[in-house]
């Protein structure tokens, strides 16, 4: 009797009532619909109109390109204007050098930076890792702490810092290291301090939730079976935090690719990176088709690293980590 | 062969005075800030010894191990093994190797690259590492596991990826922190034999830290019983239940019953005590108690009978009422109270199916047990 009626009781729990069943299936799908909404209205509808305009020609008007697509003259108007669309833009991309060497440029100055905030920013998140579990939190704000001026107000900041007679030149003038003020400002290396320090957090943060979550214990293994501390270190710990720093990379790379602000206010005229092309081309020649093409491919170039990051976290995911 | 059994009989360089100690900790005291994790602390183990260090968490036993690995340095007093002060010796350099509590097995290694490691670092030529890889595995039947990661395997196969990993470069003393600790009941029982075993055939020196009496009991040559940093008694399981030096490692190994009373008289061996409410026993083993001291007489469970009448030939028999009964299978564990007030615990081994002196709750009973069942301690 009672082995029964608990099997009943069983069955019961097993199965909901099927319009019970049927609205948590429907409140789960709504939840994965909001992202792809989001995605199509904020990322994916912009970039066809973007793609859109890069096939258009220029012209004197408002909006300043040609064809507008639209159903004023019907169906048959829309196939028409369809057909003026070309891929002459990007003809036009690959004949004049400037955009090749902007996109080189901009890759080589983004991948060097990359690599020197990785530098500055690996002993910071280790030291911050291995300090004291009751300091960590004060580290981590004063890591996230620039973010609360404006990003634009602390690039002039550097401007104030880094020209002839800046507060660097002063200082290193004044102590007597150096008798001539030194030219940092509108030079590549401006540019690469500037990216350096704006992106820092964005490396420092994923290396330090990869370094924390370490067990120590591993170190005190690698210790324990002959390895010395740097040994155990590029054994051990560099190898266990190569996802942070693979994250990191990509998070101060991508950005940096696009940069425009800051090669503008610290690189001077003759910094060559495609997010200046791309300025000059919308606001100073009013060629939005060009404009719209170099974007295109500038987000083709980024999609590489980011397919490349999205499967190695899908493989550090399967590792159980 | 000899079994491990004789060998393991006729093993005890503790009480040969002429045998050299191999680990030597003398008048060691760890600080850390105000705390005071080992104080004062001198113990010895042998070569070839299965040395257990017992204790409540926060004892000192990890710390005592951790300073023998290199991990932490003694604030005062010296470590010394096979004759070498270990003072300032890092971790890399010291002939121990160590499983840790967690394992640490490297998660981005497979199996054999774990326990091909600190090999590596000795910078063993590449075929003998192999070899020894394969023997390691094979020692502890991971032999399909080698090309897997850790995080492939069950918690019992981790486990003996880092025994393999800790023994592979032969060290002279293999420090166990508390080495069955994640295991289940069973399997842990099973790799306790696995461990004498390996331990006999390696013909390693062990010292393993364990909160658990019963593994310590089962694997240990000689226990060290800790608390608050201090050694509170050096020796064999059956010294450590039989004849514990205090109450405090009476009442920490196994379980035991007080009886608090008062030397009335003694002779040569036998002592007459009288408790609080004047009933009176009779035991041998009186130690240094003369007449007069307050003592406390320390028995066994399982040494005390139970019975509906008094048992006629009982030297000491004291009644009571039975309080509780649980029956955990193998026996019957009785809470008997006596008519002072005192619960008294005896277990009673199930060997008849059926008991014949049936006792139920709040049946009238008698415990007896022999004079030299307990043990006299100084209060």
């Keep these: 009797m009672s082995v029964a009626s608990s099997a009943a009781a069983t069955s019961g729990s097993a199965e909901k009532p099927v319009l019970a069943r049927f609205g948590s299936a429907l409140a789960s799908r709504l939840v994965i619909i909001v992202p792809y909404v989001w995605l199509a209205f904020f990322f994916l509808i912009p970039f066809v109109i973007v793609f859109k305009i890069s096939l258009s020609q220029t012209a004197i008007a408002i909006p300043p390109y040609a064809p507008v697509l639209g159903f004023g003259d019907g169906v048959a108007g829309f196939v028409e204007a369809l057909k003026e669309l070309s891929f002459d833009n990007y003809v036009w991309l690959t004949q004049d050098p400037l955009y090749f060497n902007a996109y080189v440029s901009s890759v080589v100055i983004a991948a060097i930076s990359t690599v020197l905030t990785l530098l500055v920013g690996y002993p910071i998140a280790y030291g911050m890792a291995r300090a ?42 004044g102590v007597g290291i150096i008798s001539e003020p030194l030219i940092i400002l509108n030079t590549y290396a401006a540019v690469f301090i500037g990216i350096v320090y704006s992106y820092l957090p964005f490396m420092i943060l994923p290396l330090y939730s990869s370094l924390e979550k370490m067990d120590y214990s591993l170190i005190e293994a690698a210790k324990d079976l002959g390895c010395p501390p740097t040994a155990a270190f590029w ?54 088709p060009v404009s719209s093409a170099v974007a295109v491919i500038l987000l083709l170039i980024l999609i590489v690293p980011i397919v490349f990051f999205q499967q190695a976290q899908a493989r550090a995911q399967e590792q159980g980590r | 062969m000899a079994s491990l059994g004789s060998i393991r009989r006729d093993f005890e360089p503790w009480n040969d005075p ?126 399909r596991f080698a090309k897997r990661k850790p995080h492939q395997l069950s918690g019992g196969q981790r486990q003996r990826v880092a025994l393999a ?69 050096v020796a064999t399981p059956t010294e450590v239940y039989e004849a514990p030096s205090s109450r405090f490692v009476a009442g920490f190994v196994g379980n035991v019953n007080m009886f608090e009373g008062n030397v009335a008289s003694r002779d040569a061996t036998t002592a007459r005590i009288t408790g609080a409410s004047g009933a009176e026993i009779v035991v041998d ?86 004079p030299d069942a307990g043990i006299v301690l100084a209060r």
């Excluded at chain 1, 991508?254 to 092309?277: H, R, W």
């Excluded at chain 2, 113990?43 to 690995?69: D, I, N, P, Y």
């Design chain 2, 18 to 143: 002429n045998a050299k100690p191999y680990i030597r900790f003398e008048n060691v005291t760890k600080r850390f800030g105000d705390f005071t994790a080992v104080n004062n602390l001198s113990l010895t183990v042998f070569e070839r010894e299965f040395f257990a260090l017992l204790g409540a968490s926060g004892c000192g036993k990890s710390t005592l191990l951790r300073m023998l690995a290199g991990f932490e340095e003694p604030t005062e007093g010296r470590i010394l093994l096979d004759g070498q002060d270990l003072r300032g010796i890092p971790p890399y350099r010291r002939p121990v190797n160590m499983m840790f509590q967690s394992y640490a097995l490297f998660p981005h290694m497979s199996v054999e690259k774990n326990i091909a490691f600190g090999l590596k670092q000795e910078g063993m030529p590449k075929a003998d590492i192999e070899k020894r890889v394969a023997e390691m595995l094979k020692l502890v039947k991971l032999e």
């Design chain 2, 165 to 233: 990993r800790s023994v592979a470069k032969r060290p002279k003393v293999l420090l166990l922190d508390e080495p069955l600790g994640a295991l289940d009941k069973k399997l842990r029982e099973e790799t306790q034999f696995e461990l004498m075993d390996l331990q006999q055939n390696l013909g390693l020196t062990f010292v393993v830290v364990t909160h658990d009496q019963e593994e310590a009991m089962t694997m240990a040559d000689r226990i060290a019983i800790l608390d608050k940093g201090e050694v509170m008694q």
């Design chain 1, 132 to 173: 004291p579990a009751a300091l960590r939190p004060t580290l981590l704000m004063l890591v996230i702490l620039p973010f609360w001026t404006s990003f634009l107000i602390r690039v002039y900041a550097w401007i104030g810092i880094l020209k002839p007679e800046g507060l660097l030149n002063q200082f290193l003038m």
């Design chain 1, 235 to 288: 054994k051990i710990t560099f190898p266990l935090s190569l996802p942070g720093v693979i994250a990191g990379c990509l998070l101060v790379f991508i950005p940096a690719v696009g940069e425009f602000v800051i090669p503008d206010l610290l690189g001077g005229s003759q910094t060559l990176m495609i997010g200046k092309t791309l300025w000059n081309e919308f606001f100073a020649n009013r060629d939005w």
């Design chain 2, 285 to 370: 083993n009186v130690g240094e108690a003369g007449a007069g001291a307050d003592v406390a007489f320390a028995i066994r469970p399982e040494k005390i009978k139970v019975s509906s009448k008094r048992p006629a030939e009982a030297v000491n028999a004291l009644e009571g009422e039975v309080y509780d009964i649980a029956y955990l299978g193998d026996m019957t564990v009785y809470h008997v109270k006596l008519d002072d007030g005192q619960v008294v615990r005896a277990s009673v081994l199930n060997a008849a199916r059926m008991a014949d002196d049936p006792l139920t709750w709040n049946d009238r009973a008698w415990i007896s047990f022999r």
